[in-house]
């Protein structure tokens, strides 16, 4: 699986979205969305998220700091249930996390999906210049 791409769409007035279809057919109908690390929701399919979070669960019951911290990642998470429409709403907490309101960017970011407000994602790529972002990445990998 390996998810790319951004997608704009809205969120109804109820809270709910539907995860495009692109990003659904790799993700399927068993999803947990969370707080993501830059003002955004993340959505794992169940798989990913109990390979890449279930390691914090050796941080010892006696370690308070680690404990706090394992309490406020597993708090923020949901299950995506959708409606027979295909349709999930976003949690309250999360939207008013993310900020978001109507319209949303969801972006494919490999073994993810990150949900921005339009608004946060339009300040991400202000001033971003591609070929300094490359560098980056390159600067993680090496």
């Keep these: 699986m ?13 809270y709910r979205i539907r995860i ?32 890449r979070f279930g390691k914090f669960l050796d ?18 998470c949901f299950p995506g249930v959708e409606d027979g429409q295909g349709r999930v709403v976003i949690p309250e907490k999360l939207r008013a996390y993310a900020g978001i309101k109507k319209d949303v960017v969801s972006i494919g970011l490999g073994d993810h999906v ?10 991400m790529k202000e001033g971003a210049n591609y070929l300094e972002l490359l560098s980056v990445l390159k600067g993680k990998i090496d």
């Design 2 to 14: 390996l998810l790319f791409g951004e997608y704009d769409h809205q969120v109804d007035a109820k």
């Design 20 to 51: 495009p279809s692109r990003f659904k057919s790799e993700i399927g109908n068993n999803y947990i969305f969370m707080k993501g690390p830059s003002n955004c929701i993340s959505v794992y399919p169940v798989s990913v998220f109990e390979k």
């Design 59 to 76: 941080v010892s019951v006696f370690d308070s700091e680690g404990q706090k911290a394992l309490a406020e990642v597993f708090a923020s």
């Design 114 to 123: 990150d949900i921005y407000s339009s608004e946060e994602r339009e300040k």
